[in-house]
T-cell receptor
Framework: EAGVTQSPTHLIKTRGQQATLRCSPI?????VYWYQQALGLGLQFLLW???????NRGNFPPRFSGRQFPNYSSELNVNALELEDSALYLC???????????????FGPGTRLTVL | GQQLNQSPQSMFIQEGEDVSMNCTSS?????WLWYKQEPGEGPVLLIA?????ELTSNGRLTAQFGITRKDSFLNISASIPSDVGIYFC???????????FGQGTTLQVKP
């Protein structure tokens, strides 16, 4: 069974530009989560999408947004890029939250975003 | 951002030794998870714990969900070189979708 996939692997942008990152969940998973792993700051929760709706949002500015498509894949958009947005962006997926343990999150390999 | 207190920060051990790391929180969690991350890759789930007091094993790995629901530990027995990596604990509350991560424990194993 294929795991969570993310594209692109690496992305280089300049300050002020926009970045779009993509994620495909494990087959059968309906929830997608986004995390930022910046050097020295650890893994920080960004967004949670389930059944096409945004369910929760971390402490990030509105420049960070996303969406989930009918096939449950997801996009993360970062507008007006700043130097400190340089990080590894990780996507995770899970089954629907219907019982204890069904929402266990499995991560993809990440997209390395570099802002120059 | 919010983080769990994970210790130790790093460990350099001899192959064959046992390893222990733990996480503590000021908040209660419904789920505790342990992940391993290697360079250039995403975190890989090692063990998931869903009930206070639960003790779960996965091969040479054993983890426990603390009775107070505010802590968890991970033990690795008889370490081998491929155990090298960064180990993260993560706690999850009820229906938030949000994992709170520890700072990570970097493990190095000397053959």
């Amino acid at each position: 069974e294929a795991g969570v996939t993310q594209s692109p692997t690496h992305l280089i942008k300049t300050r002020g530009q926009q970045a779009t990152l993509r994620c495909s969940p494990i087959s059968g998973h309906t929830s997608v989560y986004w995390y930022q792993q910046a050097l020295g700051l650890g893994l920080q929760f960004l967004l949670w999408y389930d059944e096409g709706e945004e369910r929760n949002r971390g402490n990030f500015p509105p420049r960070f947004s996303g969406r989930q498509f009918p096939n449950y894949s997801s996009e993360l958009n970062v507008n007006a890029l700043e130097l400190e947005d340089s990080a590894l962006y990780l996507c995770a997926s899970s089954l629907a939250v219907i019982a204890v343990g069904t929402d266990t999150q499995y991560f993809g390999p990440g997209t390395r975003l570099t802002v120059l | 951002g919010q983080q769990l207190n994970q210790s130790p920060q790093s460990m350099f051990i001899q192959e064959g030794e046992d390893v222990s790391m733990n996480c503590t929180s000021s908040s209660i969690f419904n789920t505790w998870l342990w992940y391993k991350q290697e360079p250039g890759e995403g975190p890989v789930l090692l063990i998931a714990l869903y009930k206070a007091g639960e003790l779960t094993s996965n091969g040479r790995l054993t983890a426990q969900f603390g009775i107070t629901r505010k802590d968890s530990f991970l033990n690795i027995s008889a370490s081998i070189p491929s155990d090298v990596g960064i180990y993260f604990c993560a706690g999850q509350g009820s229906n938030t979708g949000k994992l709170i991560f520890g700072q990570g424990t970097t493990l190095q194993v000397k053959p």
